[in-house]
């Protein structure tokens, strides 16, 4: 598989979905023999996000239609009707686009803040429409102030490209009323500026959200196919697949995270796998957290401090990856100064290691992981607090292809196991998430040049609280997709005679409920949406 044909750019998905819990649906209609000019509007199977029934004020923050890679600009003001202290607020994007057209990346930006990272699918000649939303509460300690609002999604539109991405970003405040209460937010919400940070002098608890993407073209989009510079495969990085998101404070390591495997919507050479439903996260990147609590009494002393976001693996030098950072900071109302130390820094080596086999198949086996355990506490108006990280990373991969790359696959799995445990004001709590990221695919190109994609995609989570020795919560995530395309390389769009089906199965059970919906399409057709538990 010749990696020019992979789509360089990136991808979007409609935030679609029943409520937690709700009944079941289905939808059909006649299946062509294979993809014509249109297909269905782009949806997922994740639920959609529930909404107070209380009052609601709506503010657009941004409608642009994107052309090139000139950001829009404008200015926020926040709704007065609806007060400063909300119970929810969701971002809505609409977007519509037609004719021909890449996938794209994105960023909205509030007062430097990064609220929303997405991507766009690529169209139909008659036209898509799609929409996403997210709830972004946390962010309220942002959109209580008049922001400068910043968007772009990156576009080139010309003669071939004639796809302008047409959106309009909304925020929907719900107040707070009755028994509706206001969220609990963070106090602060600080964008990292280049490498310097300097949180409020009381801070209690310190959390950052990286948004981390391998994105914008090149080998590090699909950064889980390169191999080391020895083997031979057309994109190569020093050390192979291995990759981790990492935070330093003042050059100390302090956090280490997998990164999620994001399939856009021209990944893995077959835009026909996504044109209706898109890889897990593809339309909402989530950013991974990292809880530097621990840290805290060395920020709080009133100085800035370096604070560094790298990933490891990525050949030095080399670019490819986007990381904008927030900062959360909860600050302690009854000091003016909290205090305390880092009392614990365990780490291990950083193991990466690959094994190669060269053949008439040959093959890349990668096995990578590390472990990171820090501690700390700080003394605050309600008693000593003490916080423990730790994070267990592990990867395993096995790469396969031809010289020619006609045949091209991949089996690999990411584990990210993490508990944190907090310690004073109350009884212990110790809160754990264990995820898994799973790819295992292969594209192949037969002699009639028609080319294959076969490919399942995993996002799944395991999370658990429990308070002074009980579970007081807990949560399964199984969001799975797998898909089948084929279609012929080399020939205007009207001969390709692709053929493809796709289905996405979200299953989501826990203290608080269950929600289980499953997509199915074939040639651009809806055949199914189901909703159960």
């Not at 942002?142 to 909304?170: A, C, F, H, S």
Request: a negative charge; one cysteine or more.
């Amino acid at each position: 598989m010749k990696r020019q044909i992979t789509s360089m750019l990136a991808g979007l998905v409609l935030a679609a979905g029943s409520a937690f819990g709700a009944g079941s649906a289905a939808a059909a209609e006649p299946v062509p023999v294979e993809f014509g000019t249109d297909w269905h509007d782009p949806l997922t199977a994740a639920p959609a996000i529930e909404k107070p029934d209380t009052r609601s004020c709506e503010v657009t923050i941004a409608e642009a239609q994107f052309r090139d890679f000139k950001p829009y600009r404008g200015s926020y003001a926040p709704p007065v009707e609806c007060g400063d202290r909300w119970s929810k607020v969701v971002l809505r994007l609409d977007g519509k686009v037609k004719g021909r057209q890449y996938d794209r990346i994105g960023y909205l930006r509030m007062g430097g803040v990064e609220v929303f990272r997405t991507s766009t699918p690529e169209p139909s000649v008659d036209g898509i429409t799609w929409l996403v939303e997210k709830d972004v509460t946390h962010y309220s300690d942002t959109l209580r102030r008049e922001q400068p609002v910043e968007m772009l999604i990156g576009n080139v539109v010309d003669e071939t490209y004639t796809g302008v991405i047409d959106v309009k970003v909304t925020l929907t405040f719900y107040a707070a009323k009755g028994s509706t209460k206001a969220a609990e937010t963070p106090d602060r919400v600080l964008p990292l500026e280049g490498a310097t940070l300097a949180t409020p002098r009381n801070s209690e608890r310190i959390v950052a959200e990286v948004y981390a993407t391998g994105s914008g073209g090149g080998c590090e989009e699909y950064w889980y196919l390169t191999v080391p510079d020895s083997a031979s495969y057309s994109c190569k990085a020093d050390k192979g697949p291995y990759r981790e998101v990492q935070v330093k404070v003042d050059g100390q390591l302090a956090g280490i995270a997998a990164p999620f495997p994001t399939v856009w919507t021209g990944g893995w050479s077959n835009p026909f796998l996504w044109y209706v439903v898109p890889a897990p996260r593809a339309f909402d990147v989530k950013p991974i957290e990292y809880d530097l609590t621990p840290f805290a009494s060395i920020l709080n002393d009133g100085r800035e401090h370096r604070v560094e976001v790298s990933v490891a693996g990525l050949p030095e030098g080399q670019s490819g990856w986007s990381t904008p950072t927030n900062v959360l900071v909860w600050q302690d109302e009854g000091s003016e100064h909290v205090t305390g130390a880092l009392t614990k820094h365990d780490q291990s080596d950083l193991s990466n290691s690959t094994t190669i086999t060269p053949g008439s198949l040959n093959r890349l086996d990668t096995k990578g992981g590390h472990r990171l355990t820090v501690a700390g506490y700080v003394n605050t108006s309600h008693g000593r607090v003490e916080t423990t990280v730790s994070r267990t990373l592990a990867n395993t991969s096995a790469h396969h292809w031809t010289e020619d790359e006609n045949t091209d696959g991949l089996t690999s799995r990411w584990d990210d196991d993490e508990t944190v445990t907090v310690d004073g004001h109350g009884p212990a709590r110790v809160a754990h998430t264990h995820r898994v990221y799973t790819m295992d695919g292969e594209t192949t190109i037969g002699t009639d040049n028609r080319l294959r994609t076969v490919l399942t995609l995993g996002d799944r989570a395991d999370t658990s609280v429990i308070r002074a020795g009980k579970r007081i919560s807990w949560s399964r995530l199984d969001d799975t997709y797998t898909g089948d395309a084929t279609w012929t390389l080399g020939v205007p769009r009207d001969q390709r005679h692709a053929v493809g089906t796709s289905n996405e199965r979200y299953r989501l059970d826990g203290s608080e409920g269950c929600y289980d919906r499953t997509l199915r399409t074939e040639q651009g057709v809806l055949t199914e949406d189901r909703t159960g538990c």
